[in-house]
């Protein structure tokens, strides 16, 4: 049973405009979500999170949004520059309990930023 | 150190052989995690530590995966009898608080 998951393999933007990674996850225990970035050779980057308990958190050009609701949660990042253009992780993590300390990922969004 | 680092960068093993993968975290980091990432795929959660103690090794695939960090720093991960499906890159993080881990490059492993 995947927990978090990521439908969308990959997302294609021109530069300039929004980039929207979305992310679904079935386990309502989730203390926290994080988006990671990763270029390839290398491992992923933390780039936001967001408490369970919020709805929007904002860092600069990146906006997270949960939906508690829907189970479902988005990256938006506005506006999309080249650089941008990676691997995206989204990942659910359990700050208490039985499964404190674990993080369980998506398997990951490519966003291809075009000049 | 400035980030996480791990060595080797690449591994390649012939089935049955018994290779080590190694871990060396951001220091001051209590906390440092070991995942699996299959081609395609996000990283699997294989174990945690906090400090020296290992406090969940629930995604450990089977006993012939070991991890062991002594001293509460340096880590190593130990695969036994290394089988084809064990291929795969390896990642280390460590943390200060817990979630939000800072992730090292990587050990791709290649069994033959």
């Known amino acids: 049973d995947q927990q978090v998951k990521q439908n969308s393999p990959s997302l294609s933007v021109q530069e300039g405009r929004i980039s929207i990674l979305n992310c679904d996850y079935t386990n309502s225990m989730f203390d926290y979500f994080l988006w990671y970035k990763k270029y390839p050779a290398e491992g992923p980057t933390f780039l936001i999170s967001?408490?369970?308990?919020?709805d929007k958190n904002e860092d600069g050009r990146f906006t997270v949004f949960l939906n508690k609701s829907a189970k479902h949660l988005s990256l938006h990042i506005v506006p999309s520059q080249p650089g941008d253009s990676a691997v995206y992780f989204c990942?659910?993590?359990?700050?208490?309990?039985?499964?404190?300390?674990?993080?369980?990922f998506g398997d990951g969004t490519t966003l291809t930023v075009k000049p | 150190g400035a980030g996480v680092s791990q060595s080797p960068r690449y591994k390649v093993a012939k089935r049955g052989q018994d290779v080590a993968l190694r871990c060396d975290p951001i220091?001051?980091?209590?906390?440092l995690f070991w995942y699996q990432q299959a081609l395609g795929q996000g990283p699997e959660f294989l174990t945690y530590f906090q400090n020296e103690a290992q406090l969940d090794k629930s995604g450990l695939p089977s006993d012939r995966f070991f991890a062991e960090r002594p001293e509460g720093s340096v880590s190593t991960l130990k695969i036994q009898r290394t089988q084809q499906e064990d291929s795969a890159v390896y990642l280390c993080?460590?943390?200060?608080?817990?979630?939000?881990?800072?992730f090292g490059p990587g050990t791709r492993l290649t069994v033959l």
């Open positions: 990942a659910g993590y359990f700050l208490e309990g039985t499964n404190a300390g674990k993080s369980t």
């Open positions: 967001i408490s369970s308990i919020k």
């Open positions: 220091s001051g980091h209590v906390s």
């Open positions: 993080a460590s943390s200060l608080a817990g979630r939000k881990q800072f």
